[in-house]
């Protein structure tokens, strides 16, 4: 497991993003968390990733923005919307701009491992 | 409710033009209203039903935020909130609901929905935490588990030990942030503290003037008399000289002021309200003050609780640390020890033993270091501590027997389980050789001593799996023991502390020994069941519906359990165990999960039992839980006046049941309850549809369930019988009330007056399990109560062995089952059916507590196809 496949997870509620990082390294994924949309753009900027994990609904930059520079600098780059059900018709529009799935919070974590797996078996798919 | 008797009252002169319509447009109504008389009776029952989805909406909701608590979904704020108000309309529609077929009878409930949603609002909005309703001192045994906001972490950490936990700890009471800031407001403190710490801020004094001008006007300081009297009394009980120590918000968590705030031992009672004061003073020592400003804290308030707990004499003490931080021994818990006052060990003033025992079930003890002990600390005569030498005797013996070193072992175990995180555990032993507990805490370790971060996904596919992705998560997290199957009383006495419990149902009975186990997988059951419910509160790691999980984790099996991620290992994956204790969230304790279970408090309890008890009215109504079992009830209420029902409303169609069984029971369907072709008035048993209560019929009208050769009675039984009123025994029954069911397709209420006896089944079989309940009741009796309590013994025996969650109370039996597939319902109905049957005049038989056992056995005698599922 050499070529282990990089997650970031993008939530300005904490408890999202420290419940997701142990759920998705126990799967085998490299997970950085940001709770701060400035921060996580920055980031992205430097690094690659090969999935993005986002809220829609953040301070600062809003996430379809994000999800859109996103796919702007890395169209390979999956990226999975997690969203309350106010947002629920947003997120149904990112879809347009490309977005893998997305998740109606609460979620459990089953959930999201097994959407995560789907994106992480598509990009490897991609990739053979 | 007729509006003949309304008379017009004068129109105030004042009256606007507007509201003079609106008047009018009222008036009008009320008139236009129809006879109540004339109602259609369709239309009472189209209520009826409506306030039966609610309910069972609302409990859905219930079980939800039941669910969430266990870790297994992410959620936030929001979801919350929306929960709650989505609650509280159902709610009123309930309210309004009943309302209207009971003629207004139950306005009251209005007001008991404001007591319960007023404060689960201000939870809400976080405003709640130091309110009024808070007390200013409050005894461990009660201080309320989820406000550490409140209480402080210390003593909070403490409380849970005691009232979840049920460890030994001396006794103890917190003097709360509330009452601290009574104290500055009640001194008017608060700004001139302020001022003080902004003009430290901003470079105009140093932190020893600062700290001194603080520190000088707290302890000058007036305790106020409401909060003076409480702590006197609290202190004043027994002989005992008092620990005072601080017990900040945030200390022992995720920051630490260890050692910085002041702890005053071996107190006098009458001098704990200043030593109180003291240890407020501590929050503003200069070091205090210079660790706040560092942590970036200064701005926030801070608020301290001060812990009162009583000092043991002991004459051992130490601490226990869960991992070794040496980090050589990874494998070991290690515990310190020495003679006297735990100062000693605590404050590395002296060579001190050194237990290593293994974390590994069954805690071999690998090594003892028995150090020489020439000192140690004891408490002074009239208050305070002194030094003495240790008796030439003692100083190379052991300060610890192999049994207290285990027994310590365990507890600490215990409490790591439950804190999710290594622990430091300070400990007492006292002079009649018991051990308690002193203190806990997350147990920080030197960087050198965290193992470099391995790949966990890597260690773990090491180890073989032994079930994956099954089973529905009750509670998440990790834990690691040896399988036991526990499937009787005798299995839980055997029961190993620490061992993973596998298991059919998720039987209400073993709730006794959650707290023992490490981990719990069940085969049945749901996430929303009363043990799943258990398992959270003492966050015991739970996956149900683990299919075959009997005989794929056999007894004695070593498995590592991480519900999690839904994976149950073959051997204890230690890496994965470090992991999770060093590395991964305790969710329980983020502040989504304590709102949660906050709210939780205020929603789900049920206080309401006995529907005859004085209290089962709206004000007796503490929980959502609550009003919708009181509306519930009040409804069928409603529903059984049948001989008013048929006078007040129009179309009521009731049939009589045909059968051989002597029950003159009534049906009212409310919809697909019985075949719709039934002319007449007349119902056969074949013709019911409703399939709660076919099952209970085949139960009830089975070969030799209805007995209808005469009962001995004993004279005593008989003497009881024949002082009772007429109205009371058997062929009165027509007389008093009707035998009734009212029928769905899906759901059954049933009343059945038989003899001496009062049964009521309201059960609900639906394709999805989660809907699906039995509750039932049970009550009355003609012999004395001591026979009736046996009696309800007797069916609470024999039902707990069915899974039912049994209460009793006197001669009140009250039996509920939840979420289970419709085949096991359907069997659980039969059985209630025939347990009526058997039950008819049992208390006249029953004539002494050993007659239980036998009569138990008679009834699984004849109810031999029964036990195929039960605890076998």
């Known amino acids: 497991m050499k070529d282990k496949l990089k997650i970031m997870v993008l939530d300005d509620e904490p408890i999202v993003c420290k419940r997701l990082k142990p759920a998705l390294e126990k799967l085998g994924y490299e997970v950085d968390t940001f709770i701060q949309s400035v921060e996580a753009m920055h980031q992205i900027h430097q690094t690659p990733y090969d999935i993005v994990i986002t809220d829609l609904k953040m301070k600062e930059i809003d996430g379809m923005r994000f999800l859109e520079e996103v796919k702007k600098q890395y169209p390979q780059t999956e990226v999975i919307v997690i969203t309350g059900f106010a947002t629920m018709e947003t997120a149904k529009q990112s879809f347009r701009k490309g977005v893998f799935d997305f998740i109606a919070k609460p979620f459990k974590l089953g959930e999201i491992q097994e959407v995560v797996a789907r994106a992480a078996a598509k990009i490897k798919g991609a990739t053979a | ?872």
């Open chain 2, 1 to 872: 409710m007729s509006y003949s008797s309304s008379s017009f009252p004068p129109l105030p002169n004042s009256l606007r033009q507007e509201k003079m319509f609106e008047y009018l447009h009222n008036l009008w109504n009320r008139i236009k209203r129809p006879k109540p008389g004339l109602e259609a009776f369709p239309e009472i029952f189209e209520r009826f039903q409506e306030m039966l989805q609610n309910h069972q909406l609302v409990m859905e909701l219930i079980a939800d935020l039941g669910e969430k608590s266990g870790g297994e979904y992410i959620f936030d704020r929001k979801y919350l909130a929306d929960t709650v108000e989505e609650m509280h309309t159902l709610l009123l529609h309930m309210v309004q609901g009943l309302n209207l077929i009971t003629g207004n009878r139950h306005l009251e409930l209005h007001s008991a929905l404001n007591h319960i949603f007023v404060p689960l609002e201000a939870e809400l909005r976080g405003r709640l935490s130091l309110s009024g309703e808070m007390p200013l001192i409050v005894s461990l045994t009660e201080a309320p588990l989820d406000r550490p906001e409140l209480t402080g972490g210390k003593a909070n950490n403490l409380a849970v030990i005691i009232q979840n936990l049920q460890l030994p700890v001396p006794s103890g009471f917190v003097i709360t942030t509330r009452a601290y800031r009574l104290f500055l407001e009640y001194n008017q403190l608060e700004e001139r503290i302020h001022a003080w710490l902004e003009s430290w801020a901003a470079g105009e004094q140093d932190e020893r003037q600062t700290s001194r001008q603080i520190q000088y006007s707290l302890l000058a300081g007036v305790v106020p008399q409401e909060a003076a009297t409480e702590i006197k009394r609290q202190a004043g009980k027994g002989r005992a000289y008092w620990a005072i120590r601080s017990s900040a918000y945030g200390e022992d968590g995720e920051l630490t002021f260890a050692g910085l705030h002041e702890s005053l031992l071996n107190v006098p009672p009458r001098g704990v309200i200043q030593a109180y004061k003291k240890v407020l003073a501590s929050l503003y020592s200069p070091e205090a003050l210079v660790y706040r400003q560092k942590m970036g804290m200064l701005g926030e308030e801070a608020a301290m609780a001060v812990l009162a707990q009583e000092i043991v004499p002991s004459r051992v003490s130490g601490v226990v640390h869960t991992l070794d931080i040496s980090g050589e021994e990874s494998d070991c818990v290690v515990v310190y020890a020495s003679w006297g006052l735990g100062r000693t060990v605590v404050e590395g003033r002296g060579l001190v033993d050194r237990f290593l025992v293994e974390r590994d079930y069954p805690h071999h003890l690998r090594r003892q270091e028995i150090a020489p002990k020439l000192t140690l600390v004891r408490p002074q005569s009239g208050g305070g501590e002194e030094v003495a030498e240790v008796p030439p005797e003692e100083r190379e013996a052991a300060t610890l027997s192999e049994g207290q070193v285990y027994q310590l072992v365990r507890m600490a175990l215990k409490l790591e389980r439950y804190f999710k995180r290594p622990q430091e555990v300070e400990w007492a032993v006292d002079q009649n050789g018991q051990c308690l507990i002193l203190q806990s805490r997350g147990l920080i370790f030197p960087k050198a001593a965290t193992p470099p971060k391995q790949d966990i996904c890597e260690s773990c596919a090491l180890y073989p799996v032994l079930v994956r992705d099954v089973g529905v998560v009750a509670h998440a997290g990790v834990g690691a023991g040896v399988v036991a199957q526990v499937a009787s009383d005798a299995d839980m006495d055997r029961f190993p502390e620490g061992a993973v419990l596998v298991t059919k149902y998720t039987a209400p009975w073993l709730a006794r020994i959650v707290p023992r186990a490490a981990a719990i997988i069940a085969e049945r059951g749901s996430a929303a069941g009363h043990l799943a419910t258990i398992a959270r509160e003492f966050r015991v790691p739970t996956l149900v519906g683990v299919e075959g999980a009997t005989e794929l984790l056999p007894e004695g099996m070593k498995v590592t359990v991480d519900t999690k991620n839904r994976v149950i290992y073959g051997g204890r994956v230690n890496e994965l165990l470090h992991y999770e204790l060093v590395q991964s969230l305790a969710f329980e304790d983020a502040p989504e999960f304590r709102l949660l279970r906050r709210l939780l408090s205020r929603v789900a309890p049920l206080h309401l039992i006995d529907p005859t008890a004085p209290d089962f009215s709206p004000q007796g109504c503490r929980s959502v839980h609550d009003v919708i079992r009181f509306i519930h009830e009040k409804a069928v209420e409603e529903l059984m006046d049948l001989p008013g029902l048929v006078k007040r409303f129009k179309g009521v169609r009731v049939f009589t049941l045909v059968s051989d069984v002597p029950l003159g029971l009534k049906i009212l369907d409310l919809g697909g309850g019985i075949d719709p072709e039934v002319s007449g008035s007349r119902l056969y048993p074949e013709q019911i549809r409703s399939a709660p209560m076919k099952a209970l019929w085949e139960g009830l009208s089975g070969p030799g369930v209805w007995s209808t050769e005469p009962i001995p009675v004993d004279f005593k039984g008989m003497m009881s019988s024949l002082s009772k009123t007429w109205a009371e025994t058997p062929g009165a029954a027509t007389v008093s009330g009707f035998n009734l069911a009212v029928l769905t397709e899906t759901y059954m209420n049933l009343h059945l007056r038989l003899g001496y006896h009062f049964n009521l089944v309201d059960a609900r079989i639906d394709p999805d399990p989660q809907r699906n309940h039995i509750y039932f009741r049970f009550v009355g009796g003609v012999t004395d109560l001591t026979r009736r309590s046996r009696r309800a013994q007797l069916l609470a025996n024999i039902l707990s062995q069915y899974h039912f969650k049994v209460d009793t109370k006197g001669d009140l039996v009250v039996a509920k089952v939840l979420h289970l597939p419709r085949e096991d319902l359907e069997h659980r109905l039969r059985l209630l059916g025939r347990l009526i049957g058997f039950t008819r005049q049992l208390d006249i038989q029953l004539r002494s507590d050993e007659d239980i056992p036998e009569f138990m056995e008679a009834f699984f005698e004849q109810n031999a196809p029964a036990r195929e599922d039960t605890p076998a």
